[in-house]
């Protein structure tokens, strides 16, 4: 079966609307600014791509996290036309970080903390009247995990309707324990360069109504076909390509499609020497038999690492990319590394061509991959 | 739809990692392989052990497609507020590289598949109250759509300095410090392999309220489990839900119990360890000899 998205929001350092935030990565806008609000002599690395909301510069503030899921919530039922949701909505939130840096306030500032802040059932319990919460924490794999399991709930028939979000605030002590291993610290994020040198922070949240085919009338913004999610079990940092492979091909076999079926694949893309080799031997395995294969791109140079929430902005630029037939390139692009060789990497500047159906990709700390398949919008 | 909700799934090992007679936590948590593991990942990968030896699945072919589940609320604050502790006093160069794993809320749920090469999916669920019995039905699901030959189930919360004080300042004087695991595979397979059923699952709600989410999972007339996990352990948290099963388990492992039994675990609610956002109810149900 298939699963329509009839409604997307998302918010980040690079804009507030998927079709903004789709534009600015189409127009090149790109680039961490200077951390605002943590101490900067702690750091060998001076920048992260933070959304810039605080009402204080340089002052931190809990809950954002929070805010921003509220928010990207609220504006993705608003655009499935569900402003005033039914109780037993079931939401499924991808998160790496929780509140986590509400806690460092706390530990570190007196600031409040309760049990309720660690999850996301309070907040949205409040603002919509919503208690069917679960609070996702599969790494950067989550907010893809949060959807097949939405998949799964509607396919099973225990729910019509299912909200899916992602939502990550950067935490002083990620931020610190990256900027410990990755010397020198990198300046951008330059997936499958020879250059990269790493990952770099964002944040913000990401938000999708997922529904049963057939049970409304209104637009929707694509289909999703299908979604896999795994581990790779074999080490406690290093991704696999083995690992993402097995989850490139149980996603293919769920959505019914083979790899010549796919037009575009958004890859995890963070950067890492590691991560992304890992996607490139697993990209040119799965499509070495297709012509001409798949255009691929990554996304993060634009808005940073976002975290949990990062598979699924990862899917609603992917069909924001196909409504315009516009795929954003690969920022700082210049050398690619070798395995990408047989790959048509977007580089420079946007691809433009009709593309029906789009790959994208999760894959987190600790071998937790997920894979989804979307296809263009039917009405 | 690949399998419906139809697919009957059970309960075919317990494993304890909480202190007590056969469990040291001084000797348990010391051993080989966890030098570099934070103390919840120590406790669960024990308590997953424990429990894939009780179900006679430690080594097993089905281990590869099975899925991880972990509920933990407090799992890592403790690195995080430590690491924010480091770097107050120093820089990002005083982090220990092996810290950088345990920021992250899967961590243990990462470890369990590491150690016994369970390559199906890897969920960390941190929900609240409700997420112990939230875990065990993302479980069910995840066998019922296909994804997973098995599931392996673990709540786990440890004691440490932040949650401690996270406890106290909540007006807490006691909570767990510990794992406890669940197998969960599909009543069909577990017969075929001759183990041994000690619960099937048979219903599962959450709602606003007890009644609700009673009433979701079809069990207003099923006795319910007493106030047992927080009168041993304290405050359980994210493992509540999955100490009450293992509880119910035992219940329903005494001889004298008959068939077709039932207990309803609820957690969440307000007369219980409640966090006040949401409740979830579960029913385990004695089916030892009717599996066809």
């Known amino acids: ?379 | 739809m690949r399998t419906g909700a139809t697919v009957r799934t059970a309960v075919t090992g317990v494993g304890w990692a909480v202190a007590g007679p056969d469990f040291d936590p001084v000797t348990a948590l010391a051993v080989r392989g966890m030098r570099h593991k934070d103390r919840a990942s120590r406790f669960a990968v024990r308590a997953a052990r424990r429990a894939l030896e009780d179900a006679g699945l430690l080594d097993a072919p089905e281990l590869d497609g099975a899925a991880v589940v972990v509920s933990s609320n407090f799992g890592n604050l403790d690195p995080v507020c430590d690491t924010v502790t480091t770097l107050a006093a120093g820089g990002s160069t005083d982090i220990g590289p092996m810290r950088v794993p345990q920021l992250s809320s899967a961590v243990s749920a990462a470890w369990v598949a590491l150690d016994h090469g369970i390559r199906g999916p890897n969920l960390t669920l941190c929900n609240g109250a409700s997420g112990g019995l939230d875990a065990v039905a993302a479980a069910r699901n995840l066998i019922a759509a296909g994804r997973a030959t098995a599931a392996l189930v673990i709540g786990v919360e440890p004691d440490s300095p932040a949650v401690a004080r996270l406890h106290r300042e909540t007006a807490g004087s006691r909570w767990i410090d510990g794992a406890v695991g669940l197998v969960i595979e599909p009543v069909r397979q577990a017969v075929r392999r001759g183990a041994r059923i000690r619960a099937e699952i048979a219903g599962y709600g959450r709602a606003h309220d007890e009644r609700s989410a009673v009433r979701a999972a079809g069990a207003t007339a099923v006795p319910r489990l007493g106030a047992e996990a927080n009168a041993r352990f304290g405050r359980c948290s994210g493992a509540l839900g999955v100490v009450q099963c293992a509880l119910a388990v035992e219940r329903l492992d005494d001889p004298d119990v008959p068939e077709g039994e039932a207990v309803l675990a609820v957690a969440g609610a307000g007369t219980g360890e409640s966090d006040g956002t949401s409740v979830a109810a579960l029913v385990l149900r004695l089916s030892r000899g009717r599996h066809t």
């Open chain 1, 1 to 379: 079966m298939s699963w329509e998205i009839s409604g997307m929001s998302a918010i980040c350092a690079l804009g507030d609307t998927v079709a903004g935030i789709h534009g600015a990565l189409c127009a090149g806008r790109s680039g961490p600014a200077p951390l605002s609000a943590f101490d900067r002599s702690k750091y060998r690395a001076g920048a992260a791509y933070e959304v810039p909301d605080r009402v204080r510069a340089g002052v931190d503030e809990p809950l954002r996290a929070t805010r921003w899921l509220v928010r990207a919530v609220r504006e993705a039922l608003a655009d499935a036309g569900l402003p005033e949701p039914e109780p037993g909505l079931p939401v499924l939130v991808g998160t790496t970080h929780r509140e986590m840096r509400t806690a460092e306030l706390w530990w570190r500032h007196d600031g409040g903390l309760s049990p309720t802040d660690l999850h996301f059932t309070s907040a949205l319990r409040a603002a919509f009247g919503l208690s069917d919460v679960q609070t996702i924490a599969s790494a950067c794999a989550a907010s893809l995990y949060g959807l097949g399991m939405a998949t799964d709930l509607i396919a099973l028939g225990e729910a019509d309707t299912v909200v899916v979000a992602g939502t990550d605030a950067i935490t002083e002590s990620s931020f610190g324990g990256f900027d410990r291993i990755q010397f020198p610290p990198p300046d951008t994020i330059r997936a499958f360069d020879r250059s990269r040198r790493g990952m770099i922070m964002g944040e913000g949240a990401v938000a999708v109504v997922l529904r049963r085919p057939g049970t409304h009338p209104g637009p929707v913004h694509g289909l999703v076909r299908g979604v896999s999610m795994n581990c790779d079990a074999s080490h406690p940092t290093a991704p696999d390509a083995a690992g993402i492979v097995r989850a490139i091909e149980e996603a293919h076999d769920r959505a019914s499609v083979v790899p010549e079926d796919i037009g575009l694949v958004i890859v995890h893309g963070s950067g890492t020497p590691q991560s992304d080799l890992a996607e490139a031997v697993a990209l040119r395995d799965v499509f070495k038999g297709a012509a001409p294969g798949p255009l691929v791109t990554a996304i993060k140079g634009g808005m940073g690492h976002i975290s949990g929430g990062a598979g699924l902005l990862n899917l609603v630029v992917a069909l924001e990319a196909i409504r315009s037939r516009t795929v954003p390139p690969i920022s700082d692009l210049t050398e690619p590394i070798e395995e990408t060789r047989e790959l048509r990497i977007v580089t420079g500047r946007p691809a433009t061509e009709p593309l029906g159906t789009a790959q994208v990709h999760a894959v987190g700390m600790g071998g937790i991959n997920a894979v989804a398949i979307v296809e263009g919008a039917p009405r």
